[in-house]
C-alpha cells in the first residue's frame, strides 16, 4: 500500500513538472512568432528600415600625395586580412607583415586602397594621387630663394606653384625654373603671392628750350620794257620756299616809270621754353600713365546727309592728343633696386607741315619728341634719358637765272630766305621706392590763401589777402609787410 502511494505521488509529481515545462516552451514559441511576424510586418509596412551600410569609401580616406617610381610604408593598428586597390596600374600595396603594408606609385593618375580585418571591418583607408616626381624642384627653389616660402604640388600632370615671394621678380624667375625643370609640355600655373609689394614713385623733368632765328628778304618787280610794237612784260615774285612762307604782308613799293619794285624783308627771333616736372606712383608691376597737355581735331572724312537737297556735308573729327605724356612699370628687385620701363613724350602744335584745306580751315602738325627705355636704377638715382641738343640751318635763295649772279644789281632779282632752328631736351628721370604717409603730413599749393576784398584790389592792387604754408600762423588780424602772392616772380 505503501509502495502504490509513493508511485501514485511520483506520477502526479512528473505530470505537474512536465505540463509546467510545456506551457513555458510553448510561451517561449508564441512570443518568438510574435516578434517574427512584427519584424515581417514592420518589414511590409516600412520597407527602407533595412539599411545598406557603406564600409569603405572616399569620405573615410586619407589623402597621399605620392611621385612616380616613389613609395610609403604604412602601419596599421590590426591584422590586414584583405586588401581592396581600385586600379593597380596607378598604385601598387605590397604587404609584408600583418600589419605593414607598402605603397609604391606606378603612374599619374589617382587611385583608392582600402585595408580590411578578419570581420571584415575597414582599418584604413587611402586615397592616393600620383603626380610626377617633384622633390627636384623643391630643393632647387629652396636653394634659389632660401627667405622665400614656395610650395610645389602636383595636380594630375600640371604643377601648382604656391606660396609667397618677396618681390615680382622672384615669383617669375621660380615660374620660369620649374617650367624647365619639369619639361615635358607639362602645365605650370604660378600661384605665387607677392609680400608687401612696394610702391615707386616717379619724379620726371622734362625741360627744353626752342630758339628759331628767321630772316627773309626779296625784291618782286613788276613792269614792262620797250616801246612801239616791241615791249617786254615781266613780273618776280618770291617764294621764300626755306620757311614757307613771307613773315609779314608789309611791303615797301617804289615805282619808276612803268616798272614797281616791291620790297619784302622781315626778321623773326623767338624763343620756346618748355617746363614739365609730372610725379607718378604706382604699385610695383604695374604701369601707371600720366598726360597733361590736349586734344584738337583732324578731319578724317565727310558725313553727308542725302535727304536734303543739295546733300548736306559735315566733316568728321578725329582727336589727336599733344602734350607732355608720361608710361611707367616699375619692379622692385631687390631692397632699393628697380627695373624701369618708362617712356616719355613731349609733343606741341606746330605751324610747319599745317594743312590748309580752306581759308578758315587750317589743321596744325604735331612737333614729337619720344623716348623709351628700359634701365636698372637705385632708389632716389637720376637718370637722363633723353639728353638731346639739335640744331637746323635753311638757307634758300630764289631769283631770275643770270640777272641774280649780277654783282651789286643782282640783289633787285633774288630773294633770300633763312631758317635757323636750335633744340636742346633733357629729360631726368628719379624713382623713388616710398611708403604711405599722413594727411596732415602733405601741404597743398592753396593751403593758407584767402581772397581780397575789393577795396583792397581796386585801392592797393593786391590779389590775395593771407597766403602761407601748412603749419604757419595764418591769423587774418596779422600785419604783413612786404610783397606777397599767390605767384610772385
Keep these: ?219 618782286n618787280l613788276n613792269g614792262s620794257v620797250g616801246q612801239g610794237a616791241t615791249v617786254f612784260n615781266f613780273a618776280t615774285a618770291m617764294p621764300f620756299s626755306a620757311f614757307g612762307q613771307a613773315l609779314s604782308a608789309t611791303q615797301g613799293a617804289l615805282t619808276y616809270q612803268s616798272t614797281t619794285a616791291t620790297l619784302q624783308a622781315m626778321e623773326r627771333a623767338g624763343v620756346l621754353r618748355t617746363l614739365a616736372e609730372p610725379n607718378l606712383s604706382a604699385i610695383s608691376g604695374e604701369s601707371a600713365t600720366f598726360m597733361a597737355g590736349g586734344e584738337f581735331p583732324v578731319p578724317t572724312g565727310l558725313q553727308c546727309d542725302t535727304t536734303k537737297s543739295p546733300p548736306v556735308c559735315q566733316p568728321t573729327l578725329d582727336f589727336k592728343k599733344f602734350g607732355v605724356g608720361l608710361t611707367f612699370t616699375p619692379v622692385v628687385l631687390s631692397e632699393g633696386r628697380i627695373s624701369l620701363k618708362v617712356m616719355t613724350e613731349v609733343s606741341d602744335l606746330s605751324t610747319d607741315n599745317q594743312l590748309r584745306l580752306s581759308d578758315t580751315l587750317i589743321v596744325p602738325s604735331i612737333r614729337v619728341r619720344r623716348a623709351e627705355t628700359t634701365v636698372e636704377i637705385p632708389s632716389g638715382g637720376s637718370l637722363a634719358i633723353a639728353g638731346m641738343i639739335q640744331e637746323q640751318t635753311k638757307q634758300h635763295i630764289n631769283g631770275l637765272p643770270g640777272l641774280m649772279q649780277v654783282p651789286v644789281l643782282g640783289a633787285l632779282f633774288r630773294s633770300r630766305d633763312y631758317v635757323n632752328s636750335q633744340t636742346e631736351l633733357m629729360v631726368i628721370i628719379t624713382p623713388y621706392v616710398v611708403k604711405p604717409v599722413a594727411t596732415k603730413d602733405l601741404a597743398r599749393p592753396d593751403d593758407g590763401f584767402a581772397d581780397v576784398s575789393d577795396p583792397s584790389t581796386v585801392l592797393l592792387g593786391r590779389l590775395n589777402r593771407i597766403y602761407g604754408v601748412a603749419g604757419t600762423n595764418t591769423d587774418p588780424r596779422r600785419a604783413y609787410r612786404g610783397t606777397y602772392g599767390f605767384i610772385m616772380d
Design 1 to 219: 500500500m505503501i509502495r502504490q502511494g509513493y508511485r501514485t505521488m511520483v506520477r502526479s509529481i512528473t505530470a505537474r513538472r512536465l505540463a509546467r515545462h510545456t506551457a513555458l516552451i510553448a510561451a517561449a514559441l508564441v512570443l518568438s512568432l510574435a516578434a517574427v511576424g512584427r519584424s515581417q510586418s514592420a518589414e511590409r509596412i516600412e520597407p527602407g528600415s533595412t539599411s545598406i551600410q557603406i564600409a569603405a569609401s572616399e569620405a573615410t580616406s586619407r589623402f597621399v600625395p605620392l611621385g612616380i617610381g616613389k613609395s610609403i610604408v604604412i602601419d596599421l593598428p590590426r591584422d590586414i586580412r584583405d586588401i581592396l586597390v581600385a586600379d593597380p596600374k596607378i598604385a601598387n600595396a605590397v604587404v609584408r607583415s600583418a600589419r605593414r603594408a607598402y605603397i609604391v606609385g606606378a603612374a599619374v593618375g589617382q587611385t583608392n586602397v582600402f585595408f580590411f580585418d578578419a570581420e571584415g571591418r575597414q582599418i584604413a583607408g587611402l586615397d592616393i594621387a600620383v603626380t610626377r616626381d617633384l622633390n627636384g624642384v623643391r630643393q632647387t627653389l629652396r636653394q634659389m630663394f632660401p627667405d622665400g616660402d614656395m610650395r610645389v604640388d602636383g595636380v594630375g600632370d600640371g604643377v601648382v606653384l604656391s606660396g609667397s615671394a618677396s618681390s615680382p621678380a622672384e615669383a617669375q624667375q621660380a615660374f620660369d625654373i620649374a617650367s624647365r625643370l619639369v619639361g615635358d609640355n607639362a602645365k605650370v600655373v604660378n600661384a605665387i603671392t607677392v609680400r608687401g609689394r612696394d610702391q615707386v614713385l616717379l619724379k620726371v623733368t622734362v625741360a627744353e628750350v626752342k630758339r628759331d632765328v628767321i630772316k627773309q628778304l626779296g625784291i
